[in-house]
């Protein structure tokens, strides 16, 4: 039977720490707890690193967060070896802040390269010092360093980032939301999760499920690193922090 966990990170990306109570705990040793802060790996996104403090000061180690049998249905997994806290036990929730927010700001980053690259989108990957976005295009005619200014264009503009609910009515009459090329938002549930970016969602809008900082100045110093061939129809972008180091 699948669980249905409270993922509060949809509303707010910024919580690092909470209370929840322990629901289940699977075959494989995975904690299911009543919500959570913690992301579980979806949409190029890695899920969350970090630890639970049991009611009598012990920690459990959490290597990594994924969906059940179910996307409702969100799994910690700990660290091999250590007491696991028991069904009915409440626990102190605490994410490794630093790696998430490294991974807010790249995933808002991968947002920003589809805004200057408005071609359909093959695939993405987030990571905490490079990530990847795959564009179904035969060229892109952009050099790197005019891709990096105009990235830097929006975020030195420092627009807001923002999440806006739709429902699944809205979103089939506004078909052009949607750039991934394979990948359709889940319908079905009545509402559609919308990142916006920009006042009114002037700069862009699309579904998304993950974590992202609050405005594009926070993403911070970024550049491509590197445009690659990946076959004959796909270029891959690759995403690093910094200034573009110097030849
Ligand atoms: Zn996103």
């Given at each position: 039977m699948a669980f249905r966990t409270?993922?509060?990170?949809?509303?707010?990306?910024?919580?690092k720490t909470t209370e929840a109570e322990v629901v289940a705990l699977t075959e494989r040793g995975g904690i299911v707890l009543d919500r959570t802060i913690f992301y579980a790996t979806s949409g190029g996104q890695p899920g969350d690193t970090g630890s639970f403090e049991r009611t009598d000061g012990g920690r459990v180690a959490i290597a990594a967060t994924v969906t059940g049998e179910t996307k409702e249905e969100i799994i910690h997994l700990p660290v091999d070896g250590q007491a696991l806290p028991v069904v009915g036990e409440k626990v102190r929730l605490s994410i490794d802040w630093p790696r998430r927010h490294l991974l807010m700001r790249m995933h808002a980053a991968c947002h920003l390269l589809s805004v200057v690259c408005p071609f359909p989108i093959t695939g993405a990957s987030v990571a905490e010092n490079d990530s990847r976005v795959d564009f179904d295009i035969p060229d892109t005619g952009y050099a790197k360093e005019e891709v990096t200014a105009r990235l830097m264009e929006l975020v030195h503009a420092d627009h807001p980032i923002f999440i806006r609910w739709i429902s699944d009515e809205e979103f089939a009459a506004n078909p052009g939301l949607v750039k991934s090329k394979n990948v359709r938002p889940p319908s079905g549930t009545g509402r559609i999760r919308l990142v916006c970016i920009g006042e009114n969602a002037t700069v862009d809008s699309q579904p998304c499920g993950g974590t992202h900082v609050a405005s594009t100045g926070e993403v911070g110093e970024i550049h491509i690193g590197k445009i690659e061939k990946k076959g004959r129809e796909n270029r891959r972008f690759r995403i690093r922090f910094g200034p573009p180091p110097v030849n």
């Open positions: 409270e993922a509060l990170f949809r509303d707010d990306a910024y919580l």
